[in-house]
T-cell receptor, first 114, second 116 residues
């Protein structure tokens, strides 16, 4: 069965420092991977996706993610964190053989301290 | 920028009552979804809808649930007789299967359902 793991419940980073939010996946076949962000009392906003091509994917708000097939990882990164990046981040993988529904990680709370 | 909208933002109901959660997907999108997120738990897939019919549903989506696209814009989720465990945030999503936006689902802000 396909699955996504986000090993950290919470990540704390000082403003201006680089941030990484980890995601690993287990799929059969080629993975279609996504990152979404959820701000308080808001919906899930699409950040970026990996379908094929370059392993480094750039997305919204300066975020990027690196697809690593050998490590089955898709970590979310940003070179310099902002306080406004504080939110809940979800990694997801598209279910194989389906109508594109997503299988979700548990989410990681990112806290950026001034 | 077009976005998915959902109403109401918060619905409180008594156990056993019927509720209808409403969604307006992005215009011209072809695939529609409902997900839910119980407080503190993962987001879970409920159902996908394409070409005016359910294309796939999860085990959660039992006979108490139904979906409808009554007109060209709305997409609704009905829970026939709510249970306490239906309390969750319900998200609607839509996807365009054309061009560069293939495979990206865009989500609404959610409806928080509280069953008392």
């Amino acid at each position: 069965a396909q699955s996504v793991a986000q090993p950290e419940d919470q990540v704390n980073v000082a403003e201006g420092n680089p941030l990484t939010v980890k995601c690993t996946y287990s799929v059969s076949g080629n993975p279609y991977l996504f990152w979404y962000v959820q701000y308080p009392n808001r919906g899930l906003q699409f950040l970026l996706k990996y379908i094929t091509g370059d392993n480094l994917v750039k997305g919204s708000y300066g975020f990027e993610a690196e697809f690593n097939k050998s490590q089955t990882s898709f970590h979310l990164k940003k070179p310099s964190a902002l306080v406004s990046d504080s939110a809940l981040y979800f990694c997801a993988v598209r279910d194989i053989g389906s109508n594109y529904q997503l299988i979700w990680g548990a989410g990681t709370k990112l806290i950026i301290k001034p | 920028e077009p976005e998915v909208t959902q109403t109401p933002s918060h619905q409180v109901t008594q156990m056993g009552q019927e509720v209808i959660l409403r969604c307006v997907p992005i215009s011209n999108h072809l695939y529609f979804y409902w997900y839910r997120q119980i407080l503190g738990q993962k987001v879970e897939f409920l159902v996908s809808f394409y070409n005016n019919e359910i294309s796939e549903k999860s085990e959660i989506f039992d006979d108490q649930f139904s979906v409808e696209r009554p007109d060209g814009s709305n997409f609704t989720l009905k829970i026939r007789s709510t249970k306490l465990e239906d309390s969750a945030m319900y998200f609607c999503a839509s996807m365009d299967q054309r061009g560069g936006n293939t495979d990206t689902q865009y989500f609404g802000p959610g409806t928080r359902l509280t069953v008392l």
